[in-house]
């Protein structure tokens, strides 16, 4: 990621930050003025996007900071601990909705002011439908965790307040009170479920699981194109740390080849590569022909020998 990028994402990560305190601010209104335990449920997945945005902010500036002598490969997999910190909060959130939604389904009660309660809630959902296309469409471009987790929690949060909205105008037409509660059930598990889904997707990034399989054919053929003058290419390798893609693979070249041509064939590959991933990280292991290969090779334009 280029130092533009990094403040780029350091920027929306910090504004997230009085944005979420608004909208909670929002939402906990709109409970104080209806009493709907669904309309507390959404405002208690908003503390946690509160609570989510402080982290994102403090683990991106961390993930920016330059390779050390302690960390050679950078701080890149930081921004994962955001995202597996945000799953747990997420998770703590739909118990916490729960705390409160069970006991609400033994006394169900209509609402108070519900046309105003309602408003500013849909208020709310707009502002963070707009701001969750931002960091999802920010997230993918600067291929941040961070922001994407909390671009997708957030998208998941305008599709709960959509159903509570729904369900409360449901239930205030029909008289049914026990609809409330019942939401706030259906809040809590639709959290669950995306509190599951940030978890899972952080620990793929932190056991460092190889690049999605469109971006490694990208990849492979970027090799392929470039690789001319070489015998082959074989035991690509390759792993995604937040922003940063690393390629490892060795390639085979005659005996008599004079270490410079090697070197120049590495060069355009590395720069073929970048073409496609910018800002790759890119290990080539250059051996003799004759030794034994290992792992999957990529076929070689223009190869003369096998």
């Not at 003025?33 to 609570?51: P, Q, R």
């Not at 305008?158 to 409330?180: C, E, F, Q």
């Not at 990034?205 to 194109?225: F, S, T, Y």
Request: aromatic share 6%; glycine share 10%; charged share 15%.
């Amino acid at each position: 990621m280029t130092a533009s990028a990094n403040r780029t994402v350091l920027r929306l990560a910090f504004w997230g930050i009085p944005l979420s305190l608004s909208v909670m601010g929002l939402k906990l209104l709109a409970w104080w003025v209806t009493g709907s335990v669904a309309l507390l449920s959404d405002g208690l997945e908003s503390l946690v996007n509160v609570v989510a945005a402080v982290i994102a902010y403090a683990m991106i500036g961390y993930a920016a900071k330059p390779a050390d002598a302690g960390h050679p490969f950078g701080h890149h997999k930081a921004e994962y601990f955001s995202a597996v910190i945000e799953g747990v909060l997420i998770v703590v959130a739909a118990l916490l909705i729960l705390w409160e939604a069970v006991p609400e389904m033994m006394a169900p009660s209509l609402l108070n002011a519900p046309a105003l309660g309602l408003a500013i809630n849909f208020g709310a959902g707009v502002v963070n439908a707009l701001w969750a296309y931002v960091l999802i469409r920010a997230g993918k471009a600067h291929r941040s965790p961070a922001l994407s987790a909390d671009g997708h929690h957030i998208l998941s949060d305008v599709v709960t307040s959509a159903g509570v909205l729904a369900g409360l105008v449901l239930a205030i037409a029909t008289g049914y009170a026990i609809l409330d509660p019942l939401l706030a059930v259906v809040v809590a598990g639709n959290i669950l479920f995306q509190g599951w889904t940030v978890i899972s997707r952080s620990i793929d990034g932190l056991m460092d699981k190889a690049v999605p399989a469109e971006e490694e054919e990208a990849i492979k053929q970027a090799i392929a194109a470039a690789a001319g003058g070489s015998l082959g290419v074989h035991d690509l390798k390759t792993r995604q740390a937040g922003p940063a893609t690393f390629v490892d693979f060795h390639m085979v070249v005659p005996e008599t080849m004079p270490v410079g041509d090697a070197h120049d064939i590495c060069d355009r590959i590395e720069d073929a590569i970048r073409a496609v991933h910018p800002g790759a990280r890119i290990a080539i292991h250059v051996e003799p022909e004759g030794e034994k290969a290992h792992g999957v090779r990529v076929k070689v334009s223009g190869a003369s020998r096998k």
